[in-house]
Nanobody, 118 residues
């Protein structure tokens, strides 16, 4: 079974940057898509960014122009570069992957905390 491990979270001031990493225990070639979700306190988990095997990307409106999702096949890792961070970006960020031919994500990481102070 494939495991996803996130890292790179932390405390940063508004306007700062962080890069999250999601390392897979096996090749990410097996995934149809990978994504980053986040969950703020008291709110539902939301999709932040997604990257398909074909290279297409999708971002939620609130992060467009500030966040970039990318991958490194050699390292079996997906990244989320987050710039111009805002307090509303605070939350637990989860990496997810789709390994089946049905919609949605069936493999999840444990999450990493991102806190943006004003």
């Amino acid at each position: 079974q494939v495991q996803l491990v996130e890292s790179g979270g932390g405390l940063v001031q508004a306007g700062g940057s962080l890069r999250l990493s999601c390392a897979a225990s096996k090749s990410i070639f097996r995934f149809n898509a990978m994504a980053w979700y986040r969950q703020a306190p008291g709110k539902q988990r939301e999709l932040v960014a997604a990257l398909t095997s074909g290279g297409s990307t999708n971002y939620t409106d609130s992060v467009k122009g500030r966040f970039t999702i990318s991958r490194d096949y050699a390292k079996n890792t997906v990244f989320l570069q987050m710039n111009s961070l805002k307090p509303e970006d605070t939350g637990v960020y989860y990496c997810a992957a789709n390994s089946v031919l049905t919609p949605g994500y069936d493999v999840w990481g444990q999450g990493t905390q991102v806190t943006v102070s004003s």
